[in-house]
Structure formats: structure tokens, C-alpha cells
């Protein structure tokens, strides 16, 4: 493997382990919806269902070139949660945006 190639996974696995430790809500379920510039968390702030689903997929992608890292556990995290809160079981499809605690806020879907 090139020092390049390491290099880029070493970087990788830093930016997950990122999101992992700093966006995940244990307290509401799911991620935070907000950071801003200056690494300040707004707990309270709205979930967008596509943030959640770029969490679902870049985990599920690094779980796959990853296993021992254990990125499978937050993409398993990120499903469960846009299934359970994201998901209309009434009209299915996915909301917009939750509340920051799971709640449609915005019901608009595409």
C-alpha cells in the first residue's frame, strides 16, 4: 500500500471517529442537527433527513472497507433512527426535517 493510500484511510478513520464522538445525540436519538464554525453544538437544533442519510450511507460504505472499525453500529444507528422517525408509516415516504427530538416539524417530502 502507498504512504499516500494510508494516509487517506488514517484520514478517514479520523473524520468518522469525528461524527461518531461528536454528532451523535444519546440523549434524543439519532445525530445532532447542528455544529457551527467554531465547533459549538446546538443541541436542540432541527434534523434533516438528508444529513441523516449521508450518515447511513458514508458509515454503511466505511463498514464495508472497515469491518473491524465497527462503522457498522452507527450506520445500523442512522437506519434505525430515519426508519423510526424520518419514515411516514401513515403516507410513507421520509420528512424534511424533525425537531430535535424526533418530531416532523416540516412534513414536505421529495
Known amino acids: 500500500m502507498t504512504q499516500f493510500k494510508i494516509e487517506i484511510k488514517q484520514e478517514l478513520n479520523q473524520l468518522l471517529d469525528w ?15 447542528r455544529r457551527d464554525g467554531r465547533n459549538r453544538l446546538y443541541p ?7 444529513l441523516n442519510t449521508r450518515i447511513l450511507w458514508t458509515f454503511a460504505a466505511a463498514a464495508n ?4 472499525k465497527g462503522y457498522q453500529k452507527t450506520a445500523k444507528r442512522a437506519y434505525e433512527y430515519i426508519s ?5 408509516k401513515q403516507h410513507s415516504g421520509l420528512f424534511w426535517l424533525l425537531d430535535y427530538q424526533g418530531i416532523p416539524v416540516q412534513t414536505k417530502k421529495q
Open 84 to 88: 423510526e422517525h424520518f419514515f411516514d
Open 65 to 68: 472497507q472497515f469491518p473491524a
Open 19 to 33: 461524527w461518531e464522538t461528536n454528532m451523535t445525540d444519546t440523549q434524543n436519538g439519532g445525530f445532532y442537527g
Open 44 to 50: 436542540r437544533s432541527e434534523k434533516g433527513v438528508i
